[in-house]
């Protein structure tokens, strides 16, 4: 525990001309009287104050304390960094229906993230609405689209190689919420008369574990 501070003599600093003032201090508490040689051109900018304070308990060593002033503006708890997201786009019955290895692909990565107790980082998005934001794929895609996003890049890029017939591109935004944004839609998949692949056909709504929490697609 910390001793009882007696006094401290600090200098400080004001547009590179130093000047001493004292602070007194008691019962461990911030200083109570600063005296210092007036000035009313003080920029917060330039203040920057350095002391040297030494406790009245032997159990407890000197020490220094360095202090710089702040824009007021770094401390907001609003001053928050957009994130980046990135995505594969391509046609609804592309991605959900017809894609071969799509759905064992996301299924896998999932159990993996579930071993590793990691958070899922990648959603499936349907008719997403960050699409506004990209005139050029949005004239190349048959509607509606699904959208696989997620917050690593290295693997989007990844998927975009082993899917092969789908658009790609990245964008910020400032909570989940705004990136998987959607727009309400239907989907409907014809079934085919004869299936000859060597798997059974995707069940229907196999995605929805993959969406983001709280949004279900009504089956049809």
């Not at 004292?22 to 920029?43: D, E, R, V, W, Y």
């Not at 220094?64 to 401390?75: E, G, K, T, W």
């Not at 290295?154 to 400032?174: G, Q």
Request: charged share 25%.
């Amino acid at each position: 525990m910390l001793g009882v501070l007696s006094s401290a003599s600090l200098t400080l600093v004001l547009g590179g001309s130093p000047a001493s003032f004292t602070a007194h201090c008691g019962n461990g508490s911030a200083a109570k009287a600063l005296a210092f040689p007036g000035s009313s051109g003080i920029n917060r900018r330039q203040l920057l104050i350095k002391s040297s304070v030494t406790s009245t308990s032997r159990t407890t060593p000197a020490f220094r304390i360095a202090v710089a002033a702040m824009d007021s503006d770094q401390l907001s708890p609003d001053n928050k960094q957009a994130k980046k997201y990135y995505f594969v786009v391509a046609n609804a019955k592309f991605m959900l229906d017809e894609e071969e290895h799509f759905k064992e692909l996301l299924f896998e990565r999932l159990r993996n993230y579930g071993e590793r107790n990691k958070e899922q980082d990648f959603w499936l998005v349907i008719e997403p609405k960050f699409l506004e934001k990209f005139p050029d794929i949005t004239k190349r895609l048959r509607r509606p689209a699904v959208a696989l996003v997620s917050t690593n890049g290295s693997w989007i890029t990844f998927m975009k190689l082993r899917l092969d017939r789908v658009l790609s591109d990245s964008y910020e935004a400032d909570s989940p919420e705004e990136a998987l944004a959607s727009n309400p839609t239907t989907l409907e998949f014809e079934k085919p008369e004869n299936w000859v692949a060597p798997y059974p056909k995707y069940e229907f709504g196999w995605w929805e574990p993959f969406l983001p929490t709280g949004l279900k697609e009504a089956k049809v």
